[in-house]
């Protein structure tokens, strides 16, 4: 298998430009989660789908941010406008049901880095 | 709110040191503590640990659990520039849907 995949690896942008992530979770995982990685903040879960459907995204910073997923094997994180104090790492995670969700051992992508000028 | 908390944030060591990295937790209905190690990329899984006292072994890592004292700690003996990495305690708690709950992590160097 190929894993979580993202892309792009590496984005920079200006200020105000809008900025798309994408992701690809690992065929046959229901659940996948966006994580924001900061040196100040650490691992933040922004949202997560189950079976595309978004379930909780009270992590999501403010109205600048969305996210979709519109099918089984793609996700992605938009933000509009993008600021500089959104510049982080971004990870997206999917883990499959069943026995595993009572473990919670999700699989990372190699995760976005965002900056924003 | 739920909450994991690691100390200490950094760490810096020398090959063959043993170190212990620790981390206490606040979750409504405990259901596991995972540890992760994070190089330059990705989290990569190392622990899943869900009762109390018994010690998970992998190597030169090992962890244990505290669900009285709410804390686990990871410890690796004989340390290697390799180790060098941030390690994060990430909790499940109250629901059933895998939502970790991350600490800030620990920024270990191990000097040669």
């Known amino acids: 298998d190929a894993g979580v995949i993202q892309s792009p690896r590496h984005e920079v942008t200006e200020m105000g430009q809008e900025v798309t992530l994408r992701c690809k979770p690992i065929?046959?995982?229901?659940?996948l989660f966006w994580y924001r990685q900061t040196m100040m903040r650490g691992l933040e879960l922004l949202i997560y789908f189950n079976n595309n459907v978004p379930i909780d995204d009270s992590g999501m910073p403010e109205d600048r941010f969305s996210a979709k997923m519109p099918n089984a094997s793609f996700s992605t994180l938009k933000i509009q406008p993008s600021e500089p104090r959104d510049s982080a790492v971004y990870f997206c995670?999917?883990?499959?049901?069943?026995?595993?969700?009572?473990?919670?051992?999700?699989?990372f992508g190699e995760g976005s880095r965002l900056t924003v000028l | 709110e739920d909450k994991v908390v690691q100390s200490p944030l950094s760490l810096v060591v020398h090959e063959g040191d043993t170190v212990t990295l620790n981390c206490s937790y606040e979750v409504t209905n405990f259901r596991s503590l995972l540890w992760y190690k994070q190089e330059k990329k990705a989290p990569t899984f190392l622990f899943m640990l869900t009762s109390s006292g018994i010690e998970k072994k992998s190597g030169r890592l090992s962890s244990i659990l505290d669900k009285k004292e709410l804390f686990s700690i990871l410890n690796i003996t004989a340390t290697q520039t390799g180790d060098s990495a941030v390690y994060l305690c990430a909790v499940l708690g109250s629901s059933n849907t895998g939502k970790l709950i991350f600490g800030q992590g620990t920024t270990l160097q191990v000097k040669p």
């Open positions: 995670a999917s883990r499959a049901s069943g026995r595993a969700a009572n473990t919670g051992e999700l699989f």
């Open positions: 065929s046959g995982h229901d659940y």
